[in-house]
């Protein structure tokens, strides 16, 4: 049989629907009701295998994506969003192979915004340089698009191998998709300002309104490509490291009692510590101003999973905040 004279590679974006079960797909996949954006830039960087557990680099692209070229799809192939609806991109993503039978491994990053890494493409030689790569968080830019960038996780195993693997020793082109996933998590947020709480009959301008919801200490620095959930940060970042402020505002007298909110956001755990992503926030009501209640949410998670988890936090406010810090632990 001739050898093959063809990689061909096609990048998917999971589409998050509802089956009829009822339940979600893979968490960390995008949601139908939200708005994306689709990715405009891809770094590829293609692994051969030149012995039972050695790598090295066979071909690195960075590529510029046109959105006309994002058509919305099924997939039919091993993994488990067989059958579901993905975003496929049909620009032509193949490699010549000439006289060369190829094993190896395929990973990609995609996004929106072009992004910064704490080393150069150019410099990645092996496996080790390849799972250390890691891209800048920091900008706003970036920050306020996490949302829109994807990878393809290094510990997604499929039948005893990674799941962006393939092997050309038989036929003349070999299909390869490569199924991205988000880098970030969401946090979904939901509060509610009980009803006795909202009425003072005895001093009206008591009654307690939620009028100020930030999202403190989140990571801001360099966070893994292909490891989502390796993350780590030697301690919980000083607030102002990176806040998402304005989460509910009192210009959004619609919310002062009850509302609901997401951002997206790199999880981390703390060195030393149990796997615990360190969620904090701070609350304020009736227009305090420099003060307000500081809850620390300590989500356990999973740092062995291929996906980013979703997060969700709910603030019951029964009784009146007092200003100050509270550390509590929850497992959503």
Known sequence: MDKPTQLKLSLCLPIQERVASGQHRVMGDPG??????????????IMKQTGPDAWEVWRKEELTLAEEDWTRTRY?????????????????????LRNETLSGRAYAICSNKKLNFNT????IDDMNDLMDWKFDTAPDSIQENLQNIYSTPYNYIREGRYYCSF?????????LDLLLYHVASKVDITWYVADSMRINSADPSQAVRLTYMEARRLFNGYAYCFKPMRNTLPALPASGGYDRP?????SDEGLWWEGRSYFYTIPYTIEGNENYFPLQM????N??????????IRLLVDTDSPF?????????LNNPLVDGTADKTANE
Do not use: H
């Open 32 to 45: 139908a009701a939200e708005q994306f954006e689709l990715p405009k830039y891809a770094y590829l960087i």
């Open 282 to 285: 701070l609350m304020r009501t």
């Open 76 to 96: 039919y192939g091993l993994n488990e969003t067989r059958g579901d609806s993905i975003y496929k991109y049909n620009g032509d993503l193949q490699f010549l």
């Open 246 to 250: 304005n989460i509910v505002t009192p």
């Open 120 to 123: 150069s493409m150019a410099s």
């Open 167 to 175: 092997d050309c020793s038989a036929g003349n082109v070999y299909n």
């Open 287 to 296: 227009d305090s101003e420099g003060t307000g209640y500081q809850p620390t």
């Open 308 to 316: 980013v988890p979703w997060l969700r936090a709910n603030f019951n």
